[in-house]
């Protein structure tokens, strides 16, 4: 609606996970780093957080392109909540592995025989669990036991388990203290900093034929950051909001009042406010004490 508006000749900041618009940070490229290495050298499970919002669909997006180059085989569950046995029913559909067995054995008789197809011709078999701390304990350990199926020499199946921060906290759990010990490598994705979401929208209005020094103002980088605090999700959601705000105001460019009502209609608290109020609170306290202090000398 407001492409025109602007000189876009598309949005900008759509919450799909464009490729095109992909902008990688250090924290982003060692993350890839991580994962890669972990499944090149057959480590079993490879663990990924992240806050809410900073981009782990997008790098695990990013990661499944890298596997198809690699010739790899993969098997992504996007929906945790499922006992054990339908989560090795979905995750043998997605793989692809042929097997009309209805009891538990026989299906992991065929996975295994298909792992060790895969390993003959030297090919990789991946699985990546996105949003694993909605797994429950059983289906965690069931993922465990999938990591014995194994050679001497190497397992033959990989495991990413990606999900929020508190998934470390779910590992930390006594009952998954052996499921803890198979995670070899561990990796993040962090928020990005002031200058990084700066470089972030002017890289996705590049890609979308615009100049971000044209549309927003100094100033509103600056409350973009403030409000979202460097989580991509928040930036993309306020952008898009904000410059919807400019457009029905007619206005040529962004600036701080159409990301603060951006924010406001998103529901979004400033991190900011509750220091300036305790700071006021603070100084009408102060003030309080030196009248009271003022009157008693006088008294």
């Not at 990661?63 to 054990?84: G, I, K, Y």
């Not at 050679?151 to 499921?179: D, N, W, Y």
């Not at 209005?205 to 403030?226: D, K």
Request: hydrophobic share 40%; glycine share 6%; proline share 5%.
């Amino acid at each position: 609606m407001y492409e025109k508006h602007f000189q876009l000749q598309t949005a900008p900041f759509s919450l799909n996970p464009d490729p095109r618009f992909l902008y990688v940070t250090p924290s982003f490229r060692e993350a890839i780093a991580t994962l890669a290495y972990g499944i090149t050298n057959r480590r079993g499970f490879v663990l990924l957080t992240g806050d809410v919002g900073t981009g782990k669909t997008t790098l695990l997006n990013v990661f499944v392109q890298w596997l198809v180059n690699q010739s790899a085989c993969t098997a992504f569950v996007f929906n945790p909540r499922l006992d054990p046995d339908e989560f090795v029913s979905f995750m043998m559909a997605d793989f692809g592995v042929p097997c009309n067995a209805r009891s538990k054995s026989e299906r992991l008789i065929a996975l295994n025989q298909w792992l060790l197809e895969l390993q003959h011709d030297g090919r990789p078999a991946v699985l990546i669990v996105d949003e694993a701390q909605q797994l429950s304990e059983e289906t965690l350990e069931e993922l465990r036991l999938l990591t014995n199926l194994e050679t001497p020499t190497q397992k033959l199946l990989q495991i990413v388990l990606s999900g929020q921060s508190e998934l470390e906290g779910i590992l930390a759990r006594p009952s998954l203290r052996q499921l803890k010990q198979r995670i070899s490598l561990r990796c993040k994705t962090l928020p990005l900093s002031s200058a990084q979401t700066i470089e972030y929208i002017a890289r996705r209005v590049q890609v979308a034929g615009g100049s971000a020094n044209r549309i927003f103002l100094p100033e509103a980088f600056e409350t973009i950051y403030r409000y979202s605090e460097g989580t991509v999700r928040l930036v993309n959601l306020i952008c898009e909001n904000a410059l919807m705000g400019a457009f029905c105001d007619d206005e040529p460019m962004v600036g701080a009042r159409h990301v603060e009502q951006a924010a406001q209609e998103l529901e979004l608290e400033d991190p900011a406010a509750p220091d300036e109020e305790l700071d006021e609170v603070a100084a009408n306290n102060a003030a309080r004490r030196v009248t009271k202090a003022g009157k008693g000398t006088d008294e």
